[in-house]
């Protein structure tokens, strides 16, 4: 008996361990991207320097030509407006945001009086610290909607998708190759 309770609370442990970590991740992405709006908001380049990596790059493309637009994130850091967007009538907001691992995703709007930016916001986690490593963005209508299609659940609500086949490993001692990201 003594065994079984010693297990369940281990179990518990664990699960109240797996649970907080998972809220520690949240908190940490929705800091980052915070700092970011915050910092575009006030005009904090402090807050915008905690939010980004030194090397993080800005992309779009140039509506008048339709060429691709690098903006690195020391120059988009030094020309943000004394005072923010928030003196110009601007608003941000948080509309959706994901992760797995040390790499996470998120999707923000920055409105102005007649246009906005829909931000994508690529992260990746340094240690116990989000930083977004880069902003993907669109000057879009105001009243422009982000679409797409959500993850699937994992499970109940959608059929599960067909298992693939199983393949019979080779028996050769193979050296596993570097994680280089395929």
Not at 15 to 34: L, R, W
Request: glycine share 10%; aromatic share 8%.
């Amino acid at each position: 008996m003594k065994i079984k309770s010693l297990l369940l609370g281990l179990l518990m442990l664990v699960g109240f361990q797996i649970k907080v970590q998972a809220q520690s991740e949240d908190e940490g992405i929705k800091a980052c991207v915070n700092n970011y709006l915050d910092g575009v908001m006030q005009g904090d380049t402090a807050r915008l320097n905690r939010a980004f990596h030194p090397t993080a790059m800005l992309r779009s493309i140039n509506t008048n030509t339709g060429a691709l637009q690098d903006l690195s994130v020391r120059k988009f850091v030094a020309t943000t407006p004394a005072g923010g967007i928030q003196g110009r009538g601007g608003s941000t907001k948080l509309i959706s945001y994901s992760y797995i691992g040390v790499s996470a995703v998120a999707t923000v709007e920055l409105r102005f009086g007649d246009f906005k930016y829909v931000d994508l916001l690529s992260m990746l986690k340094f240690g116990d610290n989000w930083k977004i490593v880069s902003r993907v963005f669109s000057r879009t209508d105001l009243d422009a909607t982000v679409r797409g299609t959500a993850a699937a659940p994992s499970a109940g609500g959608a059929p599960a998708a067909p298992k693939p086949p199983v393949v019979k490993k080779s028996s050769a001692n193979v050296k596993p190759k570097a994680d280089d990201g395929w």
